[in-house]
T-cell receptor, first 115, second 115 residues
Framework: DTEVTQTPKHLVMGMTNKKSLKCEQH?????MYWYKQKAKKPPELMFV???????INESVPSRFSPECPNSSLLNLHLHALQPEDSALYLC??????????????FGPGTRLTVL | SQQGEEDPQALSIQEGENATMNCSYK?????LQWYRQNSGRGLVHLIL?????REKHSGRLRVTLDTSKKSSSLLITASRAADTASYFC???????????????FGQGTILTVHP
């Protein structure tokens, strides 16, 4: 299984809602990532987990809260988001350390709209 | 400013022609990777070239890396309509600490291959 899955595919939420994005991989990768991508822009790294521990937080606002319950799952909890947070949220995974030569495997993304 | 800058921003060619995209970066790197993204979807890892390599091939893809000029190029030969996508270079940081293994993406090149 060489796939990263993400749910939901689309999410519309109000600024007072709480929602979660989910990501799953079964490739035995021990590094998992969250990226945010705005239209016609490159992905921007948000968080990196290595061996289920948060290793990089790119100064992301606290309304985004990541969680890595186990080596296969990665969640992103959303609370009190702003309309400017609307974007494509991408999950990725890779071997850790990540430079083993195979790059990162990306999921299809969750298209988030904040009203 | 972005670590990776790509040119051209957009490239339009006919099927069968070759497509060349360039990427420049600013800091020392461990490796450089190229990814493809179809409209609104996840990224697909194409090829990785390490800092001590100068050229690499994979199928119709040829990547070069010039660390003295801090630049890389991606050549797609005999292009097909299915190659239509956005192409991003991404650099992996050299060194440890919180930047270990972090990927920074360039702005991307939008390639359109006309049948």
């Amino acid at each position: 299984d060489t796939e990263v899955t993400q749910t939901p595919k689309h999410l519309v939420m109000g600024m007072t809602n709480k929602k979660s994005l989910k990501c799953e991989q079964h490739m035995g990768h021990r590094a998992m990532y969250w990226y945010k991508q705005k239209a016609k822009k490159p992905p921007e790294l948000m968080f990196v987990y290595s061996y289920e521990k948060l290793s990089i937080n790119e100064s992301v606002p606290s309304r985004f809260s990541p969680e890595c319950p186990n080596s296969s799952l990665l969640n992103l909890h959303l609370h009190a988001l702003q309309p400017e947070d609307s974007a494509l949220y991408l999950c990725a995974s890779s071997h850790s350390p990540p430079e083993q030569g195979l790059g990162q495997f990306f999921g299809p993304g969750t298209r988030l709209t904040v009203l | 400013s972005q670590q990776g800058e790509e040119d051209p921003q957009a490239l339009s060619i006919q099927e069968g022609e070759n497509a060349t995209m360039n990427c420049s970066y600013k800091t020392s790197i461990n490796n450089l990777q190229w990814y493809r993204q179809n409209s609104g979807r996840g990224l697909v890892h194409l090829i990785l070239i390490r800092s001590n390599e100068r050229e690499k091939h994979s199928g119709r893809l040829r990547v070069t890396l010039d660390t003295s000029k801090k630049s890389s190029s991606l050549l797609i030969t005999a292009s097909r309509a299915a190659d239509t996508a956005s192409y991003f270079c991404a650099t992996a940081s050299l060194g440890g600490g919180t930047s270990y293994g972090k990927l920074t993406f360039g702005q991307g090149t939008i390639l359109t291959v006309h049948p």
